[in-house]
């Protein structure tokens, strides 16, 4: 069993504007390592464990990643799913976390995707106060990894029976 984390989508708002996009397109071919104010902000400072390491990157993302993430969020996965060409259905246990209050990826998004995908089983843990960050949280955090822990050792319990 292994938990991934796909990325299904961004609220638009957190998107700059398409000229400012196309912009940084542009120069992503050219320097694909180049970190500006206009790509995301990463501060792990938060999530650092432990709390002085530096293995975590911070700062800004590098062009190259960020259009990378921009074009899955914003084309590839929402080409997939008006195509309806992606249902995972050979898929057998699929587990969905999501925050309501995440600012990032909108719970909306979440629920759509979580809806179209066809696995065999599925369920989706909706974490009212959760936001981006929902498993560094600490008014969320622990549930959430409690949940996701109960969900791989039910999973790892039905493969041993079959």
Sequence with gaps: ??????AVG??????????????????SYIAPALKTPFTPLEDPTHYNCPKDTV?????HW??????????????KVKKD?????????????MLF????ADYIIP????????HYLEPRTKKMIAVQR???DLLYDKACGESVCNELCNWIANCVESMEKD
């Design 81 to 93: 799913l008006e195509s309806r060409t992606l249902y995972l259905r050979e898929v057998e246990n």
């Design 55 to 59: 293995r975590n990157f911070a700062g």
């Design 62 to 75: 590098p062009l190259a990643t960020s259009k990378m993430l921009l074009d899955v969020t914003s084309h």
């Design 130 to 132: 959760g936001g981006h």
């Design 1 to 6: 069993v292994i938990p991934i984390v796909p």
């Design 10 to 27: 961004v609220d638009p708002r957190a998107i700059p504007p398409s000229a400012v996009v196309q912009c940084l397109k542009i120069i």
């Design 97 to 100: 976390i999501a925050g309501k």
């Design 107 to 114: 719970f909306d998004i979440v629920s759509d995707v979580y």
